[in-house]
């Protein structure tokens, strides 16, 4: 009786497009293991395209004639992406990345920053 009412559940309480899936499944447990197989790959793409956004992290830099606010803006994007894979991305590190990847004329800034122990600050925070 249990069984049945597993199957029930994962027949009507899944997506239409997962539930095909384990249309065919004679018990709870088969219907178990076809979704945990399923989702096996999800896991390994998800692993792939974030080491594909950590490169593309690293490979930011300020373009010439980028204002500041459209390269930070760029950077919270490829940040975002990250979090949503699941990286845990710590703010400091967002900051260090910021600061070290702006173009020279904006130097004046990053010795500013480093010079008044901001990144410190934001390392005892977090």
Known sequence: MKDQLA????H??????I???VANATTSKESWEILQNSHKGVDKVKKVRL???RGEFGALH????ESISDYFTRVLVEV???KKNGED??????IEKFLLSLNQKF???VVVFEESKVLDCWQLIN
């Open 7 to 10: 199957i029930y559940v994962f």
């Open 12 to 17: 009507h309480g899944l997506d239409e497009s």
């Open 19 to 21: 539930s095909v899936k």
């Open 51 to 53: 080491h594909i956004i």
């Open 62 to 65: 300020m373009k010439e004639s």
């Open 80 to 82: 975002n992406q990250m």
């Open 89 to 94: 991305v710590q703010n400091v590190r967002v």
């Open 107 to 109: 130097e004046h800034l």
